[in-house]
């Protein structure tokens, strides 16, 4: 059953939505057209509400493609890749994945030289690895088995 709310009711929509995604049989591409306009909305809100000055610096017309290609095609795609694999791997390993993305993110910041090595980034980096051994070596779930 497909729930189609009123025009121009944003409550209704929402509504609707949440009330697909929650199905068992619920399809990913709900979900990712939920993330894409919540990540839209909230995003445009947060430009328009801190960036004000210098929103009329900016060369729309040079600057608005590449802006949309990197959020419809980069993030969008990659998102729903992710969310449609994540049926096909254990909750723990996804979790384990996922938690992996602030780790990529710190490092692929530190090659491109916008953030410098710092002890607190590589102690961080160093608690998302143990964090992530603990968890794949399932050490309590081991000792129980000994026992």
């Known amino acids: 059953m497909i729930y189609y709310p009123r025009r121009g009711c944003l409550l209704g929509w929402a509504t609707g939505f949440v009330w697909q ?35 009329s610096h900016i ?22 890749l992710q ?10 390993a ?4 996922l938690m992996t993305e602030s780790l990529f993110a710190s490092l692929v910041s530190i090659l491109f030289g916008v953030d410098h090595l710092t002890m607190n980034l590589m102690i961080g980096g160093a608690l998302l690895i143990l964090a992530n051994l603990v968890m794949q070596l399932d050490l309590i779930h081991r000792h129980r088995i000994k026992s």
């Open 59 to 80: 060369n729309w017309l040079l600057g608005l493609p590449p802006l949309a290609i990197i959020a419809m095609v980069i993030t969008y795609i990659g998102q729903g």
């Open 83 to 92: 969310i449609i694999s994540q049926k096909h791997t254990s909750a723990t």
């Open 94 to 97: 996804a979790g384990l994945i």
């Open 21 to 55: 995604t929650s199905q068992p049989r619920s399809s990913p591409w709900i979900i990712i057209i939920l993330i894409a306009a919540v990540e839209s909305v909230l995003g445009m809100l947060t430009v328009f509400t801190t960036e004000k000055a210098t929103l």
